[in-house]
């Protein structure tokens, strides 16, 4: 963190106490304010977060954000919502989540399209340097309900809209100087599933958009991509303890029909290249590794030719050099049974070579499994 950045403090705030009721969660406590209770359900809530609250504490001083977004600052305005819920104020928060559950939204969902306009007043606030404005909050919370209630009607309304007139919202400003950046309002049940950018891919955007709050394949994406981050922050322990987390998702997930394996098959993978780049980890990997090899068919020479290499380069990082030697010839026999072309026995003799050449066998590597 920058010794100049002024948020640094409030950052860390934050950070500090989502890590202490992380780690005291399912502990008794007296103390415990209803802010910590619901900072507490939505941190829960939020499973692909959960491999990043366990490291909140390795990772201070850094701003974590994931895929273009801040958790920590995502949990605060789902607590500043709940709590407006909870004491009514304002009441058009509850009113337009009613209408919202009324019209096939989780509450979950529901808070994530309310907060938009919580986060829009805060940014017209923070960036204009406007005092808040309760009555354009309010209103805009009451024109989110109003697009919910009757998606039709709103959406030829704003066509219809002209910079000068009166706000859809109803704040009595003008279009142009309230809503205008604000809209299309996109009041579906199911747009509000993020696909955080930036891990492995495990499903398209089309898939999220119908999949269920829960779904483990989003959630896999989404932890992937949490798994990058703790990796570039340089939590390198935090980040193989994530794949781990998505090992146990994936074996509830329903296995897909995609070609390449499902997503099981996606996640052992993930843990065998990190462990590639991470060679400290190759020891962790390598039962991932014989995994995706029992599983593989012999029919895909590719595939099959590419899992033995990686099982030969980690077997190379952990010193068993016999093993590795064997599993390199085995990689070598089934290039060669390619008659097509011989693009996979270059690959072989290229990452054969290699190790051969750049890499020294790692001894005494000793990194328990976790
Ligand atoms: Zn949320
Ligand atoms: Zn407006």
Known sequence: MAPSDPFALYRKAGQQWLARLWQTRGEPREDETPEDHQLLAAMREHHEFHPLWDRLEQVQGRAPEVGGMNPILHMMIHVTMETQLDTGSPPEVGEALEQMLQAGFTHHRAIH??????????STVLSHQQPYDAVRYRSRVQMIGRGVRDPQEFSAAVRRARRNDPCLCGSGRKFKHCCINYLPLDVRPTPWINLLPGG??????????????????????NMSAVAAALESWGDLEGAFRAYRYMED??????????PSGGPLENVLQDIVDFALNHPA???????????????CSDDDLAIRTTLELDHADLLTYVGRAGEAEVAY?????????DQSTNELQEMVADRWGFWNDEIKPLSGTSHERH
């Open 113 to 122: 399209l309310l907060a938009t306009a919580l986060t829009q007043e805060i």
């Open 200 to 221: 492995s891919l495990y499903c398209t955007p089309a898939y999220a958009e119908s999949a269920a709050d829960d779904d483990p394949i989003v959630c896999l994406q």
């Open 249 to 258: 998702v994936a074996k509830e997930a329903r296995p897909s029909r995609t």
């Open 281 to 295: 980890f190759a020891v962790n990997a390598l039962e991932a590794s014989e995994i995706l090899l029992a599983r």
């Open 329 to 337: 010839a085995r990689a070598t026999e089934l290039a060669k049974s």
